[in-house]
């Protein structure tokens, strides 16, 4: 029986893959492909933004454990686009492109996602995948979560101003301030 609708468990669907019945550990995303050619961030009160980066190109498989952390993309508020609800799948249809190798994430602040903008959002992106266009859910990186609380407080931001957590965030070309992380 299939269920409609039914809620998506971030931590738990996101450790496991099941291949020919088998249940295993799906392989770490490296970190540049935290960030597709859409990601749609969802907030914490359901409310879903956006922001687009250019093409990703071939994709191999060789990497390593530590690549895993994000890399930092210099996210400004001004990139991140709120959709009305009542318009995600037209907005949906109107930036996925033809010809063109649609790598999307949906994000989200939240562990479990079982709002009607999640389930309408799910929906628009599956109708609008082509051939080679791939989609997935995760959590919300630190400077997503850091450039959408600028955004919605309207406040000026500055990313050098930030103490960003080098264990959830690389800066391969810049050196920001930067705090280890307590455990």
Known sequence: MIIKNKPYIISQENNRQIINGDTILPPP????????????????????????????????????????????????????????????????????????????????KVDTLKTKNYFDLVKAIKLSLKERDKYFIRRTTQEEDTVLKYKKNNAYYNSENIKWDQDRITFPFIKPKLEKAKK
């Open 29 to 108: 995303i490296p970190g540049f492909l935290v960030y597709g050619t859409n990601t749609f961030i969802i907030d914490s009160d359901s409310i879903i933004y956006y922001f687009k980066r250019g093409n990703v190109g071939h994709i191999c498989g060789n990497w390593k454990r530590s690549d895993t952390i994000p890399d930092y993309i210099n996210l400004q508020p001004k990139d991140l686009i709120k959709i009305p609800n009542n318009s995600i799948s037209e907005f949906v249809k109107l930036n996925y492109k033809d010809k063109f190798r649609n790598l999307t994430f949906i994000s989200s």
